[in-house]
């Protein structure tokens, strides 16, 4: 039996595998930096240590909203990359059996899902951490290269 953590952004009910979810945290101020990346929505301070906070909601293409006191900040962590994301709430932790769980066809680059859950007769999108960290890393490295370009 497998495990992921459940959240909502929107409507849109997501999840990611649990062994990946460092934390889930309430939402703090975030600082943003000077000619940060769209996807960028600035850094934050977890117990010393800065954290980069991307925008999901960019990533995925979904509309954008300001920050609200009730949403949650979701740390994950690939291959000791860390990386925080926001969402509109944490719903918990489910388990499920092998069987409830489909695997996804990439059909590009841009796929930030690994698969779908069926739970309770909802879809849910598991995302891909390993996706969505090499995403912002690539989206940070073409603005980087944008800005040696001009300058």
Known sequence: MDTVVIFKIDEQVMALPVNRVERVIWAVEITGLPGQAEH????IDVEGETMNV?????????NKRELDLDDHIVIIE???????FIVDKVEGVI????????????????????????????????LSTA??????????LTVDQRALATA
């Open 40 to 43: 960028m929505l600035g850094v």
């Open 131 to 140: 996706a969505l960290l090499i995403a912002a890393r690539t989206k940070q």
């Open 95 to 126: 388990h499920f059996a092998p069987e409830d769980f489909s695997e996804l066809q990439r059909s590009s680059s841009e796929s930030y899902s690994s698969g779908l859950l069926k739970k309770d007769g909802t879809l849910i999108v598991v």
């Open 54 to 62: 991307i925008n999901l909601r960019n990533i995925l293409g979904l």
């Open 78 to 84: 690939e291959d000791n990359n860390f990386a925080a």
